[in-house]
Each structure stands twice: as structure tokens, then as C-alpha cells.
């Protein structure tokens, strides 16, 4: 009866720890936030909110976000799907060295990815200069939509990579066999067999790179140039060079708060559809 009751104790004490911790470090910040987005002078206000929706230089930012986000995520499956499938069924040579180079790539700081394409392919870098010396090409253009897009796809592939190579060695070999001698090979196979199987890890990847490339700061800062996203605006609403409004981040960042929630419930309740 002692053992039972200094378990209990011990499983009660943890729990209060971890509720203390979420309160301390989850809760009492996003309330803090709450509470100066909404009060203004002490009185209840949605004019930050307001602003935010009703000025279409500041919604703006939110849609190039969502852009920006979206064709990543697309892209990111697309390619991180279809090297985990070729990894999982083909041997060949210098494979363990690509897995090893995939998976670095995918641990770097985002704003290192964005440095390095920029001393790639900046208007006077190396292979810029190489393309159009040589073959005479125009100069090819980093930054914007398009730079953003290749760099966080790049950056993020090798996790749905990993998500999905993971989820292919759970697939029954069985039915493999079995898709196979009825005549669905490779991309058939893949699609009709593989891929409905694999929908739950799809979504929870899809979540995952969706999420990251939505926050991430570094990249657009580094090369969105006039393509100004979600993240940059916050940034610049904090710590501006004529005065952050800090009332009116906080809103951005309740709004971002309520984006990432709603983005997760979906992909839950897609998750369990499936």
C-alpha cells in the first residue's frame, strides 16, 4: 500500500511539474500577447485586428505566406516522396552516402540555406557569371517568389524523406507482390498501391513542412526582397527602425497563433477521414 501510494506521489508530482511548465512557458505568454493585442489604454479593442484586415498591404504578407507555403509543401512531397520510394525499392551505388547528404541537408539554419544560394546564383555570383559568360543566358533571378520557393523546398524535402522511408518499410511486402503480378509496376504501382497507404504520413509531413516553411524568417528576409511574407512583417512590427508597434505584432502574432491551430485541426481530422 506504501509502494502504490509513493507511485501515485510521484506520478501526481510529475504531472504538476509538467502543467507548471506548460503554464509558465506556453500559457502565460500567449495570454500576454492576447491581453496587449486586444487592450489598448485598458479598454477592449479589435482595432489592431482591424488594421490588419482592412489595410491590404499588411493581408498581403499573409497571402504571399500562404503562397509561398503551399508550393513548397506540394514540392517538398513531390520530390521527398519519390526519392524515398526509389531508396526503399532500388539498389545502387553511393546510396548510404546520398542518404547521409540528404539528411545534413536538412539540418542547416534556414538562413544558411539562403546565404549559400545566394553566393550560387546572386545577380553576380558564381554560377550566374559561369551561365552567362559562357552560354551567354540571362541572369538567373534568386530572389523573389521563385528563390524562396526553391530554397525552402530544398531545405525541406529530406523530411518527408524521412517520414516516408520510414512508412514504406511498415508497407506489407506482400502486397507489393501481389500489385506486381497483376501488372501494376513502378509509377502505377506507386500511385495506386504505395501512395493510399502512405496518406497518413503524407499529411503529418505535409503538416510538419507546411509549418516550417510558414515561419520560417530567415529565407524571406535574406532573399524575398520585395516579396514580403507573414514572418518579415511581424519581425518588422517588433523591432523597427522608426518604432515597432508592439501592439500590433502581438495581433499578427494571435493571428499566426490561430492559422497554425486551424492548419493542425484540419490535417488531424483529414488524418483520421483516411
Known sequence: MKQALQKMNIWVLSSLVIFVTYLIFLIYPIVTVLQQALFVDGQLSFGNFLAFFSKGYYFETLFNSFK???TATVLALLVGTLLAYCFSMYQFNGKKLLQILIIIASMSAPFVGAYSWILLLGRNEVITKFLTNTFGLPKLEIYGFGGIVLVFTLQLFPLVFLYVSGAFKSVDNSLLEAAESMGAKGMKRLTRVVLPLLVPTLLAAALLVFMRA???????????????????????????????????ASALAIIAIVIALTI???????AQKK
Do not use: C, H
Not at 493542425?264 to 483529414?270: D, E, G, H, N, P
Open 68 to 70: 509561398v507555403s503551399v
Open 214 to 248: 510558414f515561419s520560417d524568417f530567415g529565407t524571406p528576409m535574406l532573399i524575398g526582397e520585395g516579396y514580403r511574407t507573414f514572418p518579415v512583417l511581424v519581425y518588422t512590427e517588433f523591432i523597427s527602425e522608426v518604432g515597432g508597434n508592439s501592439a500590433f
Open 264 to 270: 493542425f485541426l484540419i490535417q488531424k481530422y483529414l
